[in-house]
């Protein structure tokens, strides 16, 4: 896999690399978040989790630009990117992925990890006319891209099935080496581990963490406690569309409001938001 | 092997010297760059126009007011009627492509039924009359007067055409044009900037439709609107459909089948396009990747078995 | 002024039909999110059996209406059992679908041209051809009778959308057809039912509008392009939108039949629309696609 110097955590950007404030989002008057706030510090897994419907895929499609903010901005390397479509945010170094698979259903799977190459081409439609008559030294850069990132979450063998055919843990990998071929500094991944078995799942943990290892800034979003626990360095926790509150792994298993708006207590946390006004989505 | 028996199958014409047959295999060389063209669009990047024809009619008559009513350059002209065309194209296009939705096929169809009435209307376009004395240009010495070495010069563009559809579709941008096709909130978050995408590939698509055109009228020798309408573009798009939207060699086969079809029901009037409805039905339901896709079925499964 | 009159009541008078037509389009749309290019083949047909009926056949009118409802409703339904069913059945992409509305359309088309003639027919209006003079003004009866069974229709759709179960299982499925499913509405069902009130809605539109034009089996797509007009302008899926959209096409129409010439009447509906688009695409009523635009 190509390192590449702007991935590593850069020394003149010593503040957090990402930054959220006061993000609020409301549909039809409803708001799915509500003040959030937080920040990713470079070349760090930060956690996100929270039960369901606390916000977190709203938050996630906030970063990565399907929707615009109601209120609040969001801040990449000091750049507010609030208002930016979903290209332009790529653009800038943040990929993401997605819970419900988005993946080109008809295209092989080494296809899906080109497109995910896309940003790392300068190639346009005047280029792609020419054909032949161009020097082919991009395309094939491209494709040693895609193949070693198929290599890396350990599909190489599965290139020229198309994704539509692929198992849903093979699809989440897909997924996963899509935006790794983008070679982003942060990668939003949004719940990768859904439909994952345990020996799956260890093996995307150590890939996450390999990741990090290589500088990688990484955005984590689940609502399984224990694998964003088992990598995380720091941990957001939403409930009912706000912060709960931020920690070590160790911090926030210890706070028992987290265990509160996870475990039986539903009704309580449901009762509390009626109160509040914010109906269930 | 395949190369051998493609020209031959281009050659046969010429060697017929039977200038009827050589006016069917013109047709259907103008016919493959209009479907390859909708192909592009349609089949590889998921955009749909019903103004094939328009855009056919405006590098028509362009191509034959500036070559042979004020003496421009033959080639010069065509590459101006092919510019207009991209140029309707993209203010079309622009407002529409950037909402999703089948946006693009309503005003497309919009704009089709519309500049049929500018054709028929204009002065210009010299009305419905049309424009007569068109007379096939020299080039570099070389008569194309007669329609054998005029079928030479359309091979050409079909084959040049072709090339670039290829070179397009696997390219960086064919990718991404397939992805938008597939899924455009994927593409986009990957960085693949879908509006600009879209309407690049509407005006470059277009711009070949106007290069046929202009290519069409000096096969005629005459421009009158009523080729340039509606069941024109349908035409082409039940050629796209039929012959297998995903592939440019669906498209020629396509482009081939409806030509020689056309021809042979030319005498039932209306009912060839009862014809050309039923099929588009027929094919979008049992055979939605086309003809071709049967025998590229049958080859799979003989050559590796089917892995499904 | 007379003469501005004149243009606001044949505007208003092709507005009514445009309204009818784009209605027609957003009920199947809002539902089932087909763009139904043969809702034009509707109206046309509309139009032509209200030839038959009424002035071939001298039936009289309100028999004439409650025959081509019940003709068009089927004519409706068979299309979405024959040509849409199918292709959402094999999870067709939704242009998929439009293309073979599109060859549905073209069948009609044909079909009418071959068995009906492709001569374009005056169609007998109703309330007789003398104008009324009112102030001054000459208004053809016609006017009355689109703009008055317009009214009366709209008020029953929209009785039977917000007043109904009916209407209340189309606005679910329009809002979230997955939710609707779920909670046991069959949107299989509903879906046939749009497709026969379109043809219903379409089939009277026709009707009304074929004596202040003619009956002819080529006037389908123009029609079209003027309902699917009609609804942008709107806003698509909107039914205040529809008749909004309905009545400005109509307005737009008279403008340049009245001041330019009838033979431009398309390229200025594109006009219209090409602008609509540009300046906003979601029309006068449609924030449901903003909503829509550019989110997953």
């Known amino acids: 896999m190509a390192q590449s110097g702007s991935a590593t955590v850069d020394a003149k950007c010593a503040g957090p690399l990402l930054s959220v404030q006061g993000l609020t989002k409301l549909f039809g008057g409803v708001a799915a978040v509500s003040q959030v706030s937080f920040d990713l510090a470079p070349g760090k897994l930060t956690g996100l989790i929270g039960p369901n419907g606390s916000g977190k895929s709203t938050t996630i499609n906030l970063m990565s630009g399907l929707h615009r903010p109601t209120r609040g901005a969001i801040y990449y390397r000091g750049e507010n990117i609030s208002n930016l479509p979903p290209h332009r945010i790529a653009r800038l170094g943040i990929v993401r992925t997605f819970q419900l698979l988005r993946l080109f259903g008809d295209l092989s799977a080494f296809e899906n990890v080109l497109v995910g190459a896309h940003l790392r081409g300068k190639n346009g439609f005047a280029a792609a006319c020419l054909g032949p008559l161009k020097p082919r030294t991009e395309e094939q850069q491209l494709h040693q891209i895609a193949r070693d990132a198929l290599e890396f979450v350990g599909l190489g063998g599965r290139g020229e099935i198309k994704a539509r055919l692929l198992t849903s843990g093979e699809g989440r990998l897909l997924e996963l080496a899509r935006a790794i071929a983008a070679d982003p500094e942060l990668i939003l991944l949004d719940e990768p581990a859904a439909g994952l078995n345990t020996a799956e799942t260890t093996l995307l943990a150590e890939k996450l963490l390999s990741l990090v290892d290589r500088g990688k800034t990484l955005l984590l979003v689940d609502h399984h406690m224990s694998l964003v626990m088992s990598v995380a360095s720091s941990v957001i926790v939403l409930a009912g569309g706000q912060v709960l509150t931020i920690g070590t792994p160790q911090e926030v298993q210890a706070d028992p409001r987290v265990v509160e708006s996870y475990l039986g207590s539903g009704e309580v946390y449901r009762r509390r938001r009626a109160k509040r006004g914010v109906s269930e989505l | ?308 | 002024m007379v003469s501005f009159v004149e243009v606001v009541i044949t505007a208003a008078s092709f507005g009514a039909a445009y309204a009818l037509l784009a209605l027609s389009i957003n009920v199947i749309y809002s539902t089932s999110t087909v763009l139904n290019f043969a809702q034009g083949e509707f109206m046309m047909l509309g139009g032509m059996l209200g030839w038959v009926f009424y002035s071939a056949l001298g039936l009289p009118y309100w028999l004439a209406v409650v025959l081509i409802a019940g003709s068009m409703g089927l004519v409706g339904l068979a299309e979405y059992l024959l040509v849409v069913r199918p292709l959402l059945v094999r999870r067709a992409a939704d242009i998929a679908i439009m293309i073979a509305t599109f060859g549905a359309a073209y069948v009609i088309r044909t079909t009418a041209a071959l068995g009906m003639g492709r001569v374009e027919r005056p169609a007998k209006p109703p309330l007789g051809q003398a104008p009324f003079v009112i102030g001054g003004v000459p208004i053809l009866p016609q006017s009355f009778v689109v703009i008055g069974i317009t009214c009366a229709v709209l008020v029953l759709a929209w009785w039977l959308y917000s007043r109904t179960t009916l209407g209340l299982a189309l606005r679910a499925a329009a809002f979230d057809p997955d939710g609707a499913q779920i909670v046991g509405i069959n949107v299989d069902r509903l879906n046939a039912v749009t497709f026969a009130g379109g043809g219903i809605l379409a089939g009277i539109a026709g009707l009304l509008i074929s004596p202040l034009s003619y009956a002819s089996p080529w006037f389908g797509i123009t029609f079209a392009i003027s309902g699917f007009a009609a609804a942008i302008v709107g806003g698509l899926g909107s039914w205040p939108g529809a008749v909004a959209g309905g009545l400005i096409l109509g307005l737009a129409n008279a403008l340049m039949l009245r001041y330019v010439s009838g033979q431009w009447g398309t390229f200025a509906t594109f006009i219209l629309l090409l602008l609509v688009l540009y300046v906003r695409p979601t029309g006068i009523f449609g924030e449901r696609i903003a909503a829509k635009f550019g989110t997953v």
């Open chain 2, 1 to 308: 092997m395949t190369f051998a028996g493609v020209l031959a199958v281009i050659a046969i014409p010429l060697l017929s010297g039977n200038g009827y047959i050589v006016q069917v295999a013109s047709l259907a060389a103008i016919g493959a760059i209009m479907a390859v063209s909708l192909g592009v669009l349609y089949g590889h990047s998921g955009q749909l126009s019903f103004a094939h024809a328009a855009f056919y009619g405006v590098g028509a008559y362009t191509t034959v007011v500036l070559h042979t009513q004020h003496g421009l350059n033959f080639f010069l002209s065509l590459l101006v009627g092919a510019g207009l065309s991209g140029a309707v194209a993209f203010v079309v296009g622009l407002p529409t492509l950037r909402l999703r939705g089948n946006y693009l096929a309503i005003a497309t169809m919009a704009l089709q039924l519309g500049i049929s009435e500018v054709f028929v209307n204009a002065k210009i376009t010299g009305g419905s009359v049309g424009i007569f004395g068109i007379v096939r240009p020299t080039i570099a010495g070389i008569s194309l007067e007669s329609p054998f070495a005029y079928y030479v010069l359309l091979v050409i563009a079909a084959v040049l055409v072709i090339a670039v559809a290829h070179f397009l579709v696997h390219s960086r941008v064919g990718r991404g044009l397939a992805a938008i096709r597939e899924d455009e909130t994927a593409a986009g978050v990957l960085g693949v900037d879908a509006i600009w995408y879209k309407v690049s590939i509407f005006t470059i698509t277009a711009m070949i439709a106007g290069l046929a055109g202009g290519l069409f009228a000096y096969q005629l020798e005459y421009v009158s609107p009523e080729s340039f309408n509606l069941d024109w573009s349908i035409a082409v798009l039940s050629m796209v459909i039929i012959g297998g939207k995903k592939s440019a060699i669906g498209a020629v086969l396509g482009a081939v089948i409806v030509t020689i079809v056309t021809q042979l029901l030319f005498s039932v009037g209306e009912l060839q396009f009862l014809i050309y409805g039923l099929w588009i039905i027929v094919i979008m339901i049992f055979l939605p990747d086309g003809l071709i896709s049967i025998w590229q079925t049958a080859g799979r499964s003989t050559a590796r078995g089917t892995n499904l």
